[in-house]
């Protein structure tokens, strides 16, 4: 399958899907959830790492879960097996001026 180009820019991430030739805008955080999301953490390990990293008072496992399921339906990450999505062949790319 065809990687994803992530590009960042002013806001957040561009994020080009060459094989349907779609374009996604993801904030920061929505990114991280992406390069977590790599088949080997847990939605709730990465709700947990969510939580360190920004200092929250709980660990945000409902908006990870919607988020996954967002990027699952957008063909962003694949189910490694029931409830557990995978990113795709991601490649990482210069910012075009």
Same mark, same amino acid.
């Given at each position: 399958?065809?990687?994803?180009? #992530?590009?960042?820019? =002013?806001?957040?991430? /561009?994020?080009?899907?060459?094989?349907?030739?779609?374009?996604?805008?993801?904030?920061?955080?929505?990114?991280?959830?992406?390069?977590? &999301?790599? *088949?080997?953490?847990? @939605?709730?390990? #990465?709700?947990?790492? $969510?939580?360190?990293?920004? *200092? $929250? @008072? =709980?660990? @945000? =496992?409902?908006?990870?879960? =919607?988020?996954?399921?967002? /990027?699952?339906?957008?063909? $962003?990450?694949?189910?490694? &097996? @029931?409830?557990?999505?995978?990113?795709?062949?991601?490649?990482?790319?210069?910012?075009?001026?």
């Amino acid at each position: 399958m065809d990687g994803l180009d #992530i590009n960042p820019v =002013e806001d957040g991430f /561009m994020i080009y899907r060459p094989d349907t030739d779609r374009v996604h805008y993801l904030n920061h955080t929505a990114v991280l959830i992406l390069e977590l &999301s790599n *088949g080997r953490n847990t @939605p709730a390990r #990465i709700a947990t790492l $969510l939580k360190n990293a920004y *200092g $929250l @008072p =709980e660990a @945000p =496992e409902h908006d990870v879960n =919607e988020t996954l399921l967002k /990027m699952a339906d957008e063909g $962003l990450i694949r189910r490694a &097996s @029931p409830g557990r999505p995978r990113p795709r062949n991601a490649t990482r790319t210069q910012r075009r001026p």
